[in-house]
T-cell receptor, first 115, second 113 residues
């Protein structure tokens, strides 16, 4: 069964550094999402992406964050200048439909640690 | 703004006992409700959604709009049901937010032998 994959599984970085988290959505999916979960807290929506554009973003997704689909398979989340509070598990998800009939399939997550 | 509340962080039952994981939501429109499950060292996966009205792995959940609840139930818990369970809400058709999932805090269910 096809799955969403994410790399790396764990990323450690210094505060102020740029990080890129990578996701490979399921191949026929068209809608892509990033969520994050700070340790002990809820899974929070960051951004949704369709047709090479951001569909919706949360208040968390400020100018430090950006998303890109650089080719036909990857979907990336970039954090330009990481802060300590960006330490979290980041989940990518994808779906093939939008709205009522969609099911979002999640990747295993990337644990980002900012020192 | 929509919100999902799961009042129990931890829930322990014995094998064969009934289990109910509570979920309450706040949203003024017509939401779609989901239960996601995360087994140990595995990814988040959809367990069931209210519009399907199906039973998965013996679990059912009924959307109660009057009580704004979507509790997850199983009459006879099994050890393999031990996992983290998340209730999630998506704004339904006609809403301005269409795709974004809002999650509850999650409930860790432990089923003892």
């Amino acid at each position: 069964e096809p799955e969403v994959t994410q790399t790396p599984s764990h990323q450690v970085t210094q505060m102020g550094q740029e990080v890129i988290l990578r996701c490979v959505p399921i191949s026929n999916h068209l809608y892509f999402y990033w969520y994050r979960q700070i340790l002990g807290q809820k899974v929070e929506f960051l951004v949704s992406f369709y047709n090479n554009e951001i569909s919706e973003k949360s208040e968390i997704f400020d100018d430090q964050f950006s998303v890109e689909r650089p080719d036909g398979s990857n979907f990336t989340l970039k954090i330009r200048s990481t802060k300590l509070e960006d330490s979290a598990m980041y989940f990518c998800a994808s779906s093939d439909l939008f709205g009522t009939a969609d099911t979002q399939y999640f990747g295993p997550g990337t644990r980002l640690t900012v020192l | 703004a929509q919100r999902v509340t799961q009042p129990e962080k931890l829930l322990s039952v014995f094998k064969g006992a009934p289990v109910e994981l509570k979920c309450n939501y706040s949203y003024s429109g017509s939401p779609e409700l989901f239960w996601y499950v995360q087994y140990s060292r595995q990814r988040l996966q959809l367990l069931l959604r209210h519009i399907s009205r199906e039973s998965i792995k013996g679990f059912t959940a009924d959307l109660n709009k009057g009580e704004t609840s979507f509790h997850l139930k199983k009459p006879f818990a099994q050890e393999e049901d031990s996992a983290m369970y998340y209730c999630a809400l998506k704004v339904g058709a006609g809403g301005t937010s269409y795709g974004k999932l809002t999650f509850g805090q999650g409930t860790i269910l432990t089923v003892h032998p």
